[in-house]
C-alpha cells in the first residue's frame, strides 16, 4: 500500500465534506442553486469513492493509483463548477468553511 492511499483518501474526505457544506447551505437558505450542488454532490462523492477505490485496489500487476487520483481530481473540479449563489456578504473565512449562511424564510412553507 503506497502513501498515495492516504492523499486518496483525503481528497475524498474533501468532496465528502463540500456535498455536506452545500447540503447545509441549502437547508438554511433552500436556494435553488445549493439544492442543485447538492444533488451533483451525490454523485461526485459516488464517484470519489470510486476513485479511492482505484487507488486502494492497486496492484504490482495492475497499478492504478494514478486513475484513481484522477478520478478523485476530476469529481472536486466538477463540484467546484456548479452555479451557486452568492450567500456569505461579509463572513469571515471560518463560517464561509462550515456554511453558516443566514437563515431565509423566502421559500419556505409556514407550520402549524
Do not use: H
Not at 2 to 24: H, P, Q
Not at 27 to 56: D, E, H, Q
Not at 58 to 80: D, K, M, N, R, V
Amino acid at each position: 500500500m503506497s502513501y498515495l492511499v492516504y492523499v486518496a483518501a483525503f481528497g475524498c474526505g474533501v468532496v465528502f465534506f463540500l456535498w455536506f457544506r452545500d447540503m447545509r447551505i441549502f437547508a438554511r437558505t433552500a436556494l435553488p442553486g445549493f439544492r442543485k450542488a447538492a444533488y451533483r454532490g451525490v454523485l461526485y462523492s459516488a464517484l470519489s469513492l470510486l476513485g479511492f477505490f482505484f487507488t486502494y485496489t492497486s496492484g504490482p500487476a495492475f497499478p492504478t493509483e494514478l486513475i484513481g487520483l484522477g478520478i478523485i481530481l476530476a469529481a472536486l473540479y466538477l463540484q467546484g463548477r456548479v452555479e451557486r449563489e452568492r450567500v456569505f456578504a461579509g463572513s469571515d473565512w471560518w463560517d464561509r468553511l462550515l456554511g453558516k449562511a443566514p437563515r431565509s424564510t423566502k421559500n419556505r412553507t409556514q407550520e402549524g
